[in-house]
């Protein structure tokens, strides 16, 4: 019987894929809680740099919101926004951002805007945020989704943010300075983009994951890599230290916060 | 600089039919104000914020806006803003024009609004959509190097709304924590509101702190928690459980109304909507 969930399996491959002084771009959510394991961990050197400003910050609980009071307490520094968006992320400071999305599709592009038609949209996403720069100018993008036919698809419905555009080398001859998305951490493993092609590929499997399962939860035919890795279960370290974190977040969003006077 | 009431700022400075920007990156969001504007029943405005948050999806929500300009309009790690997407999808309460930007982009625009430049540039939108989506996201070519640049028009609001931690009796305003753009929406816009905690003999040494001259700032208001369900870092935490109620809260229309009837309609200010507030709880 195995003792961890999927969600918890993403948390900690996404978290393994980081390195001790490695720069990384955090997002809300799930991202924000692989980037502290990380820290809290293997990678005690780790820079986190949330969009609202907060360069090197050591949050003892995760944040809501991108911009919580404990991102900023516990920061290196703070910077304004415009900075951290042109010095910081344009300027080629960041190793690896981490997105997710609504849908994406073959080539690892990204859609967080609408469902439906731009105009006429069926289900208005939040957008765009700051995807788009962070898929251009990170060095290396993590994209971290739940899988399912919805999401995984043939065709986006809106690209918010690029990653190998149609693929075969595309992403390489536009004016985009990072290498873009090296591998998508999904529900049941990894996919990483084909060499030429860009095409992504089952490379690794979770523990107890199979490859039919995999090629039910993608919207296109599902290419899968000759020798499939797969990825060892959460360590006792890993999942006790991952457990902590999120119950100590829990608590504290339910905190009730004191009425200003 | 004049010190002036919530109410009296409101009438002398934001008209319907204007273009204003209450901004705040997640910290000092500025709701006591936007409450007001809601009370005083102002119609067709172009609203601007890089992240709407509540305070825009009640305003939506009301009817106050026309347009929207916005860089991610999301309920910070909750999931959807209810009523811009109602806006959006269904025209309710009443069509909804967006100009919609990238984080980069609108910071950039704010910039070049604070600069007076007529639009900003940046590496950005390369091979996205949202170049096709907005207008206002152009191209130019680098005189130097050839390279093609994504530009945004410049954003120049008729009034920026701010709250802060403190201003002093001049009306120097200073802030601290996330600052978010709110320098850039001060200096881009024409006139300047700010809504504080407390008003001050002198300001604390502030070093790094942001601070606002006096010959900047328009107005002062004093509004205690004015940024409540947001926060004031060193006065009260961000409530990120009420964040998490607003979901229900604004799901559907009528339980919508209902909450703004009750908790800004019937309250005459800022303190009232506070006590209303403490006594659901």
């Given at each position: 019987m195995k003792d961890w969930t999927y969600d918890e399996m993403m948390t900690v491959a996404a978290s393994r894929r980081l390195w001790d002084g490695c720069v990384c771009f955090v997002g809300i959510g799930l991202p924000s809680a692989a980037c502290n394991l990380a820290r809290l961990t293997h990678a005690p050197n780790i820079v986190l740099i949330y969009e609202s400003g907060t360069i090197g910050t050591r949050p003892d609980v995760l944040p809501l919101s991108i911009g919580d009071g404990e991102l900023a307490e516990t920061a290196a520094c703070v910077v304004p926004l415009p900075e951290v968006f042109s010095y910081w992320l344009q300027g080629g400071r960041v190793d690896v951002g981490f997105l997710g999305a609504a849908q994406i599709d073959r080539f690892a592009n990204l859609n967080s805007t609408v469902i439906g038609p731009y105009d006429a949209p069926r289900t208005r996403l939040p957008g765009a945020g700051g995807a788009p720069e962070i898929a251009a100018h990170a060095r290396q993008t993590f994209v971290v989704m739940r899988a399912s036919p919805r999401s995984f698809v043939?065709?986006?419905?809106?690209?918010t943010s690029a990653g190998f555009l149609e693929g075969n080398g595309a992403r390489a001859r536009t004016s985009a300075r990072g290498a873009g998305p090296q591998a998508v951490i999904t529900d049941f493993g990894v996919l990483t983009p084909a060499p030429h092609t860009n095409e992504l590929m089952l490379t690794a499997l979770f523990h107890g994951a199979t490859v039919e399962g995999a090629r039910a939860a993608i919207g296109w035919p599902l290419a899968t890599a000759a020798d499939i890795e797969i990825l060892p279960a959460p360590t006792a370290d890993e999942l006790s230290v991952l457990r902590a974190l999120n119950a100590r977040t829990a608590e504290a969003h339910r905190r009730p916060v004191e009425l200003p006077a | 600089m004049r010190h002036l009431s919530l109410t009296q700022a409101i009438e002398t400075f934001v008209q319907d039919g204007a273009c204003v920007a209450l901004e705040?990156?997640?910290?000092?969001?500025?709701f006591a104000a936007g409450h007001e504007i809601i009370r005083q029943g102002r119609r067709d405005l172009h609203l601007i914020r890089m992240t709407p948050d509540i305070i825009y999806d009640q305003m939506i929500g009301m009817g106050c806006a026309r347009r929207l300009t916005f860089s991610w309009g999301g309920n910070?790690?909750?999931?959807?803003l209810h009523r811009l997407r109602d806006a959006v999808e269904n025209s309710w309460p009443r069509p909804l024009e967006i100009d919609e930007h990238s984080h980069a982009g609108m910071a950039a625009a704010y910039c070049a609004g604070a600069a007076r430049l007529p639009f900003g540039v940046l590496?950005?939108?390369?091979?996205?959509?949202l170049s096709k989506a907005n207008s206002l996201v152009r191209s130019v070519r680098c005189p130097y190097t050839g390279e093609d640049l994504s530009t945004v028009r410049a954003i120049n609001p008729d009034t920026t709304v701010l709250h802060a931690q403190r201003a002093d009796r001049q009306g120097n305003v200073a802030i601290h924590g996330i600052v978010g753009a709110q320098k850039e929406a001060a200096l881009s816009a024409s006139a300047l509101i700010v809504t504080v905690e407390e008003i001050v003999d002198e300001l604390p040494p502030a070093m790094n702190a942001i601070v606002i001259p006096h010959w900047i700032v328009s107005a002062v208001v004093l509004s205690p928690g004015g940024a409540y369900p947001s926060y004031a870092h060193g006065c009260y935490a961000r409530d990120n459980a009420f964040y998490q109620r607003w979901d229900a809260i604004s799901r559907d229309r009528e339980s919508f109304r209902t909450w703004m009837q009750r908790h800004v309609l019937a309250c005459s200010d800022h303190r009232e909507h506070l006590v209303s507030l403490r006594e659901t709880v």
């Open positions: 043939d065709q986006l419905d809106f690209r | 705040g990156f997640t910290h000092l969001i500025p910070p790690g909750v999931g959807s590496r950005g939108y390369i091979d996205t959509d």
